[in-house]
């Protein structure tokens, strides 16, 4: 089942639905349309982005500018930000370090 949603539409499903639901769901969300969720009401990040799955939140990492990726590991604990990075890819993992070095 595809979702189609509008910008607050997905913001209002991605902070009040059921857990399960956005389990359910996610698969048919794309991760650049959260991402333009989180750029847009930057007051909702860490509630949005607590709610994801770990592989999903690498995957909007993933599409994120690199000022982005930082800004979104920050977000959680060194041990959430570990289990995030074991889902990045290891280009996306090679880009990271490379802006953590700079």
Request: no cysteine; hydrophobic share 35%; proline share 3%.
């Amino acid at each position: 089942m595809k979702l189609y949603m509008n910008k607050e539409e997905l913001r209002r499903f991605l902070l009040h639905a059921p857990q399960d639901k956005i389990i359910k769901y996610i698969e048919d969300i794309h991760p650049v349309d959260i991402l333009d969720v989180l750029r847009d009401n930057k007051d909702d990040i860490t509630d949005i982005l607590y709610r994801l799955p770990e592989e999903f939140i690498a995957s909007i990492i993933d599409e994120a500018e690199n000022e982005e990726k930082y800004q979104i590991l920050s977000e959680f604990s060194e041990n959430k930000q570990k289990n995030i990075i074991e889902e990045m890819s290891s280009d996306e993992l090679t880009d990271l370090l490379g802006i953590l070095d700079e």
